[in-house]
T-cell receptor, first 122, second 112 residues
Framework: AQTVTQSQPEMSVQEAETVTLSCTYD???????LFWYKQPPSRQMILVIR??????QNATENRFSVNFQKAAKSFSLKISDSQLGDAAMYFC???????????????????FGTGTRLKVLA | DGGITQSPKYLFRKEGQNVTLSCEQN?????MYWYRQDPGQGLRLIYY???????QKGDIAEGYSVSREKKESFPLTVTSAQKNPTAFYLC???????????FGPGTRLTVL
């Protein structure tokens, strides 16, 4: 079964500095997607960045980038030039096949990590 | 504006009562999902639906029920059989189950 692990319950970063949040996962699949979601105090889950496993190039979205190491099954999120608005819970998520067999609708499922709370210090 | 709405934002229930949480989307998405979020446990899948009039149990379906009579709507009923219903509930949708999920603002349910 697939698993997603976020080993850092809480991280702090100084405003304008860079921080990296860690995520590891376990799977036997070769085709899957990985995501980082942000959950601010409003508790709405917001998509930050997405990475397709078949792409070797790391995804970037403005100040957010990932370090995707497929062989190591690692998917870390780097936030550059941290801003006060970046303070939130960050969840790593894996999207893969429900039971390893590709069929029709209902084949895929998401698995979420337990989250990392990021504090940004002024 | 296109998006996912959930209502109410806060909901209080007495023990033994059933309550229904609303989730509506106008994104023309086929797939819809319900998750439960507890402190320190991330998100756990309750039910999901890929098409109208069809839905499947997720990892923690016991004590919950859903319906999908319209593409836009996927209400979740928390029944009295759910032993620990106090939690934050998130609804999500995607174009199809292989696509990125987008989330609503959530409903906080508290059992008194």
């Amino acid at each position: 079964a697939q698993t997603v692990t976020q080993s850092q319950p809480e991280m702090s970063v100084q405003e304008a500095e860079t921080v990296t949040l860690s995520c590891t996962y376990d799977t036997s699949e070769s085709d899957y997607y990985l995501f980082w979601y942000k959950q601010p105090p409003s508790r709405q889950m917001i998509l930050v960045i997405r990475q397709e496993a078949y792409k070797q190039q790391n995804a970037t979205e403005n100040r957010f980038s990932v370090n995707f190491q497929k062989a190591a099954k690692s998917f870390s999120l780097k936030i550059s030039d941290s801003q006060l608005g970046d303070a939130a819970m960050y969840f790593c998520a894996y999207r893969g096949l429900l039971d390893g067999i590709q069929r029709g609708p209902g084949t895929y499922k998401y698995i979420f990590g337990t989250g990392t709370r990021l504090k940004v210090l002024a | 504006d296109g998006g996912i709405t959930q209502s109410p934002k806060y909901l209080f229930r007495k023990e033994g009562q059933n309550v229904t949480l609303s989730c509506e989307q106008n994104l023309n998405h086929d797939a819809m999902y319900w998750y439960r979020q507890d402190p320190g446990q991330g998100l756990r899948l309750i039910y999901y639906s890929q098409i109208v009039n069809d839905f499947q149990k997720g990892d923690i379906a016991e004590g919950y029920s859903v319906s999908r009579e319209k593409k836009e709507s996927f209400p979740l009923t928390v029944t009295s059989a759910q032993k620990n219903p106090t939690a934050f509930y998130l609804c999500a949708s995607s174009i199809a189950d292989r696509n990125t999920q987008y989330f609503g603002p959530g409903t906080r349910l508290t059992v008194l």
